[in-house]
């Protein structure tokens, strides 16, 4: 496990401090507040007023935004070396959703009034934050257009790739999402229902695109997915040559 006092190399690989020297980093470090977040735990809650910026060092959190409905949305993973619940800081507002470790964490975090004096002594952390926002926006806007105009499968394909490219392990037959993934989270993520991804899913398993377990997926062929993904041909299995 992550000691509590982390090396101030640890912030090396967190975007929003890319740029800064030795000395910089180890004066943020001083700054934080670390801690250990036993799996579970609601981190903030959908509606709260921000007041933390957090970071987090090992582990893995969910970032989940429930409707009117009571209906949940994934809205993203986050892994170590990810901000989250800074861009609702950085507004001034409510957090727009519940963040939930999903495994044993060790999270920094620093408040808003400190992030604020460390941005006026470092200005590259104030860019380095644009950026972050920019992405993530550009990321949401994506989402918003898959929902709105592309199959499930496709959204569904899109969902497991985004997590591939974030979270993915080569195993011996394939890549292995490295963390737990039900067939609910996907549904969750994508905007459906888990009767119409565990249709999916088992299809997918039964061509050999996919390999599911207990709450896990290994892509067992990615160029497949990718096919399914952007409405391409799809490409001959090995066998099929």
Same mark, same amino acid.
């Given at each position: ?144 257009? %898959?929902?709105?105009?592309?199959? $499930?499968?496709? &959204?569904?394909? =899109? #969902? +497991? ?7 993915? /392990? ?40 996919? %390999?599911?377990?207990?709450?896990? $997926?290994?892509? &067992?062929?990615? =160029? #497949? +997915? ?7 041909? /799809? ?7």
């Amino acid at each position: 496990m992550t000691p509590l006092s982390p090396d101030p190399a640890v912030l090396r690989g967190l975007r929003l401090f890319s740029g800064l020297d030795t000395a910089a980093l180890a004066e943020i470090v001083r700054s934080a507040h670390t801690r250990r977040i036993g799996k579970g735990t609601t981190i903030f809650t959908q509606g709260d007023r921000a007041t933390l910026c957090h970071a987090l060092i090992d582990g893995r959190v969910k970032i989940v935004q429930t409707g009117a409905d009571g209906q949940q949305l994934v809205v993203r993973y986050i892994g170590a070396g990810e901000m989250f619940g800074t861009a609702a800081v950085f507004s001034g507002g409510i957090y727009p959703a519940d963040a939930l470790a999903m495994v044993d964490c060790v999270g920094v975090h620093w408040t808003a009034a400190t992030m604020g004096e460390l941005m006026e002594r470092y200005p590259r952390i104030a860019l380095n934050a644009l950026d972050i926002v920019g992405r993530r926006l550009q990321e949401v806007q994506t989402r918003l257009r %898959e929902l709105s105009t592309e199959r $499930v499968e496709r &959204r569904v394909a =899109h #969902a +497991l790739l985004r997590l591939v490219r974030q979270a993915g /392990r080569r195993v011996g037959n394939g890549v292995e999402i490295d963390f737990p993934l039900s067939r609910q989270d996907i549904a969750e993520m994508t905007g459906t229902t888990l009767h119409t991804v565990s249709r999916i899913l088992s299809g997918w398993e039964g061509q050999g695109i996919v %390999e599911g377990g207990r709450q896990q $997926v290994t892509i &067992r062929q990615p =160029h #497949a +997915l990718v096919a399914i993904a952007e409405d391409l041909p /799809r490409p001959e299995r090995p066998e099929e040559k």
